[in-house]
């Protein structure tokens, strides 16, 4: 006889919805927050427990969990590092091992195409000055409108002390970019007349985009300086085009063969297989340059609990169902990254590249969590389409609530069945 797993998130799914759920299947509630407190500990303290609580459906179980994350954001290598222990500390055998890691690469995959996309940033997008430019530019007309190459006078930027440990190697470059706030800027017209049109005759209106007009809806600027050298926290430069004490926000290197300027050198990057790749257009990853989970306590804790739970019940892995469509919700949510339409981004990655059969609402609220989706995929389940189950082979049911108080009922309902 075969035992399926079947899961039924009409009102969504989230990772603490999932353990409790099994605590309702028959996982005795201990079994479940000792290993999610265990994971969280490897990050900080946590205080989980369980709850019944009587629902017009019959008793829910709920898990209240109050974390004190030390770092709550974790790169990727990071956190498998912490599950690695995690899981050799819960004793976990390789089937939820297994599903376990597969929970949390799913997570990081979903993170960095959610990151990738562009959506995390909208609304929050923010610089910081990283130092300031010295020029002998004082007054409004005094800076040119490109950097001179006969131009007199001292020119650097003075990075603040805590920025300057990033000018090391910034040398073996000859040239670099430098992105400046243009702090003078004064609001901005989508027409404008660039300086730069023959005198005689009417002077020709074009795009602001098709400009370098300073007057921007970002007022970011954009100079190609010559590096004379690095003194402390000062980079020594070419002529500026910028007036005395502009903000500088960020100094990337100029490298010729990529930037196809045809002035300058390719610094370190010269004759080596990396800027090859670059050239070429090949697919390729760069040393440290990886996703960043958010919220890594809690997932930590949500897929060590649904693993732990799943193991004590013995689930056969390869019978897992789900039925469809499952619920996302709707409205707006907040997080880390500002407030953003429901799903989350990294939920709609999942959704999209585990095709998850899902539908809008019921209700404006956010129910499909990253991590709840993350678990279902990882689940590999069977899709069915939702209809009642026949009471006669169910052995057991379990019904996990979230922190919500919606109607319909803001719960996932699992079920043991018997075939």
Not at 191 to 196: A, D, F, I, N
Not at 290 to 311: K, N, P, R, T, Y
Not at 367 to 390: D, E, N, V
Request: glycine share 10%; with cysteine; hydrophobic share 45%.
């Amino acid at each position: 006889m075969t035992t399926t797993l079947i899961l039924d998130p009409g009102m969504g799914m989230a990772g603490d919805m999932f353990s409790a759920a099994l605590i309702g299947l028959g996982v005795p509630a201990e079994v479940i927050t000792q290993a999610m407190s265990a994971a969280a500990h490897l990050l900080g303290s946590a205080r989980i427990t369980a709850e019944t609580v009587p629902t017009p459906e019959g008793p829910g179980q709920r898990l209240k969990i109050a974390l004190a994350a030390n770092d709550d954001h974790l790169s990727a290598a990071a956190a498998r590092d912490l599950l690695a222990q995690a899981i050799a500390a819960a004793g976990l055998a390789k089937p939820y091992a297994a599903f376990a890691r597969r929970t949390l690469a799913i997570l990081i995959e979903a993170e960095r195409e959610a990151h990738s996309s562009g959506r995390l940033d909208f609304g929050q997008m923010s610089v910081q000055a990283i130092g300031v430019a010295h020029t002998p530019y004082q007054h409004r007309h005094d800076a040119p409108h490109q950097p001179r190459t006969d131009a007199e006078g001292e020119f650097y930027v003075e990075l603040f002390p805590e920025f300057a440990a990033g000018l090391e190697n910034v040398t073996d470059f000859s040239h670099v970019f430098l992105l400046s706030w243009l702090h003078h800027s004064a609001g901005f017209s989508l027409q404008v007349t660039p300086p730069w049109q023959n005198a005689a005759g009417e002077r020709k209106r074009v795009g602001l985009f098709a400009s370098r007009s300073p007057n921007r809806p970002n007022p970011i600027g954009l100079t190609l300086a010559r590096v004379q050298g690095v003194e402390g926290n000062r980079l020594l430069t070419g002529p500026l085009d910028l007036f005395d004490g502009t903000p500088i926000i960020d100094i990337k290197p100029h490298v010729r063969t990529l930037d196809q300027t045809g002035v300058g050198d390719d610094g370190w990057l010269a004759d080596g297989d990396h800027l090859a790749l670059h050239k070429k257009g090949v697919p390729h990853s760069h040393e440290g340059e990886e996703a960043v989970l958010h919220e890594a306590q809690d997932i930590l804790l949500d897929v060590m609990g649904a693993a732990a739970g799943l193991q004590y019940l013995n689930i056969d892995m390869n019978a897992v169902a789900c039925l469809t469509p499952v619920a996302v919700g709707g409205g707006v949510i907040s997080f880390s990254h500002g407030a953003l339409p429901a799903p989350a981004p990294a939920t709609s990655a999942i959704l999209k590249r585990h095709r998850i059969p899902h539908v809008a609402g019921p209700v404006d609220v956010e129910l499909l969590t990253p991590t709840g989706a993350a678990i279902l995929a990882a689940l590999h389940p069977i899709w069915r389409c939702r209809q009642s189950l026949p009471t006669k082979r169910i052995s057991a049911r379990g019904m996990g609530l979230g922190s919500k108080n919606l109607q319909p009922l803001n719960a996932l309902r699992l079920a043991l069945q018997d075939d």
